[in-house]
């Protein structure tokens, strides 16, 4: 609380120490005002502060329930305040521009679909091919102008291999190598919304060269690397959390679209073989293998389904 430069005691409203003022304006405690006449001989005094003299007649009660001082650390914060929320509009607007360009592009899609499939009805209905034109071709001919794709930003990666794409947090999560001859291998993190450069992820000795990544829900990621691992990355913590072991260097990886706790991983071709492993984040030592003559994992996962004995079996 406001206190009186001369006793440091609180003021008060009412009483012997009110708040009292001097003619040059500076307030004390009344009590201490009239204890400085009387040590003058109550003719006159000097204002402790300034050195204008003052006679007793001359303090004046200040009828104030509190007295404030002047914050200018508030003022800042409220300024600091007001410029961070012009720079959230304007990151809103640009995304709110974005999406609609997005759902605009989706539109056109979905009508050149429509227009592929009426084609095709009138090739099976009289024997004749009808090439009519696409929605988008149609806009850009009557605008004259095609979409165009603009380069906003480019980083610079030694050894870039694969990538994937957290849409819902706007990030990017990229495979390399660290700088230098032997350079152990790393991710990088760059943000979609921030200028800023990659923030490079150093992994675990021995994972050697990423294959494969995917996003999981939840802000974390899934990595397959030929040392023969398949980690479970935290993009919030920028860790590896989870590490399995597997009998063969991993190529591809996937998750489970119903089951969160099932991941997969793409094996190493070996015996004419390319080898699918399904492992459980709940017990990763204990993994499930099984072998398809199939490149891509991820159009595996469309194909079969796991069973409890620990083999795989083609649906029907």
Not at 31 to 44: K, P
Not at 114 to 121: A, F, L, N, P, W
Not at 179 to 202: C, D, F, N, Y
Not at 263 to 284: E, H, T
């Given at each position: 609380?406001?206190?009186?430069?001369?006793?440091?005691?609180?003021?008060?409203?009412?009483?012997?120490?009110?708040?009292?003022?001097?003619?040059?304006?500076?307030?004390?405690?009344?009590?201490?005002?009239?204890?400085?006449?009387?040590?003058?001989?109550?003719?006159?005094?000097?204002?402790?502060?300034?050195?204008?003299?003052?006679?007793?007649?001359?303090?004046?009660?200040?009828?104030?329930?509190?007295?404030?001082?002047?914050?200018?650390?508030?003022?800042?914060?409220?300024?600091?305040?007001?410029?961070?929320?012009?720079?959230?509009?304007?990151?809103?607007?640009?995304?709110?521009?974005?999406?609609?360009?997005?759902?605009?592009?989706?539109?056109?899609?979905?009508?050149?679909?429509?227009?592929?499939?009426?084609?095709?009805?009138?090739?099976?209905?009289?024997?004749?091919?009808?090439?009519?034109?696409?929605?988008?071709?149609?806009?850009?001919?009557?605008?004259?102008n095609s979409c165009r794709f603009v380069l906003l930003k480019e980083l610079s990666f030694?050894?870039?291999?694969?990538?994937?794409?957290?849409?819902?947090?706007?990030?990017?999560?990229?495979?390399?190598?660290?700088?230098?001859?032997?350079?152990?291998?790393?991710?990088?993190?760059?943000?979609?919304?921030?200028?800023?450069?990659?923030?490079?992820?150093?992994?675990?000795?021995?994972?050697?060269?990423?294959?494969?990544?995917?996003?999981?829900?939840?802000?974390?990621?899934?990595?397959?690397?030929?040392?023969?691992?398949?980690?479970?990355?935290?993009?919030?913590?920028?860790?590896?959390?989870?590490?399995?072991?597997?009998?063969?260097?991993?190529?591809?990886c996937s998750a489970h679209d119903s089951d969160s706790h099932r991941i997969y991983a793409?094996?190493?071709?070996?015996?004419?073989?390319?080898?699918?492993?399904?492992?459980?984040?709940?017990?990763?030592?204990?993994?499930?293998?099984?072998?398809?003559?199939?490149?891509?994992?991820?159009?595996?996962?469309?194909?079969?389904?796991?069973?409890?004995?620990?083999?795989?079996?083609?649906?029907?």
């Amino acid at each position: 609380a406001p206190s009186c430069p001369v006793c440091m005691e609180p003021w008060t409203s009412e009483g012997e120490h009110r708040i009292s003022c001097i003619p040059c304006g500076h307030v004390y405690g009344r009590s201490c005002l009239e204890r400085w006449l009387t040590q003058r001989g109550n003719a006159s005094a000097t204002c402790p502060q300034c050195g204008r003299r003052f006679k007793h007649k001359d303090i004046i009660n200040i009828y104030a329930p509190e007295v404030a001082v002047p914050n200018n650390d508030l003022e800042k914060q409220l300024r600091f305040c007001r410029q961070k929320l012009e720079s959230l509009e304007e990151v809103v607007l640009k995304q709110g521009k974005l999406l609609d360009e997005i759902i605009s592009e989706k539109n056109h899609r979905s009508a050149d679909v429509g227009v592929s499939k009426r084609q095709k009805i009138a090739e099976h209905s009289d024997g004749r091919t009808y090439l009519e034109p696409s929605a988008s071709a149609s806009a850009a001919s009557a605008s004259g102008n095609s979409c165009r794709f603009v380069l906003l930003k480019e980083l610079s990666f030694d050894g870039a291999r694969v990538m994937g794409i957290d849409a819902s947090n706007q990030i990017i999560l990229a495979s390399g190598k660290a700088p230098g001859v032997g350079g152990e291998h790393v991710l990088r993190k760059i943000s979609m919304l921030s200028s800023h450069e990659a923030h490079t992820i150093q992994l675990p000795p021995d994972t050697k060269v990423v294959k494969d990544i995917c996003i999981l829900p939840g802000g974390s990621a899934l990595f397959a690397s030929l040392g023969r691992r398949l980690s479970l990355f935290s993009m919030t913590t920028n860790s590896v959390v989870l590490e399995c072991n597997l009998p063969l260097p991993a190529w591809s990886c996937s998750a489970h679209d119903s089951d969160s706790h099932r991941i997969y991983a793409g094996l190493q071709r070996m015996a004419g073989f390319w080898y699918l492993i399904l492992v459980s984040i709940q017990d990763p030592c204990i993994p499930w293998l099984g072998y398809l003559n199939i490149w891509s994992i991820h159009y595996t996962l469309s194909l079969i389904t796991v069973v409890p004995e620990r083999f795989f079996q083609l649906l029907p």
